[in-house]
C-alpha cells in the first residue's frame, strides 16, 4: 500500500517560489501533482513517469518542474514565477502499475496524499 505525505506549502507573495515535497512509500511507477482551487475542480499540474518523462498543464509550463528522487522515495514540484491564480490545495498522486502514461486525468491514480496548502498572494 503506497502512502504519500505531502509538504513544503505556505504562504507567498506573486513573483516568489515554494517547493512542495511528497514522500512515498510503496512501489509506484508514475506520479503527479494536481491542484485544487475552492469551487473548482481539481486539476493536473505536472507528471513523471517511470523513465523520467515529463507532462505539465499549459498553466504552468516554464514556471514549475517536477522531479523525483527515487534514493529518497520524494516527488518534488519547483514552482517559480507564483501568480495569484496558483493558489489551491496542492495534492501528490501515484499510480502504482504506470497504466497513466503520465496523464493528468486523475482517474488513473488510486493514490492520493492529504494535501498542502499553497497561497499566493498579489
Known amino acids: 500500500q503506497v502512502q504519500l505525505v505531502e509538504s513544503g506549502g505556505g504562504s507567498v507573495q506573486a513573483g516568489g517560489s515554494l517547493r512542495l515535497s511528497c514522500a512515498a512509500s510503496?512501489?509506484?511507477?508514475?506520479m503527479a501533482w494536481f491542484r485544487q482551487a475552492p469551487g473548482k475542480e481539481r486539476e493536473g499540474v505536472a507528471s513523471?513517469?517511470?523513465?523520467?518523462?515529463?507532462r505539465y498543464a499549459d498553466s504552468v509550463k516554464g514556471r514549475f518542474t517536477i522531479s523525483k528522487d527515487n534514493a529518497k522515495s520524494t516527488l518534488y514540484l519547483q514552482m517559480n514565477s507564483l501568480k495569484p491564480e496558483d493558489t489551491a490545495m496542492y495534492y501528490c498522486?501515484?499510480?502504482?502499475?504506470?497504466?497513466?502514461?503520465?496523464?493528468?486525468?486523475?482517474?488513473?491514480?488510486?493514490?492520493w496524499g492529504q494535501g498542502t496548502q499553497v497561497t499566493v498572494s498579489s
Open positions: 510503496g512501489y509506484h511507477y508514475c
Open positions: 498522486a501515484a499510480d502504482r502499475w504506470g497504466r497513466s502514461g503520465g496523464s493528468l486525468d486523475e482517474v488513473w491514480y488510486n493514490t
Open positions: 513523471i513517469d517511470g523513465d523520467g518523462s515529463q
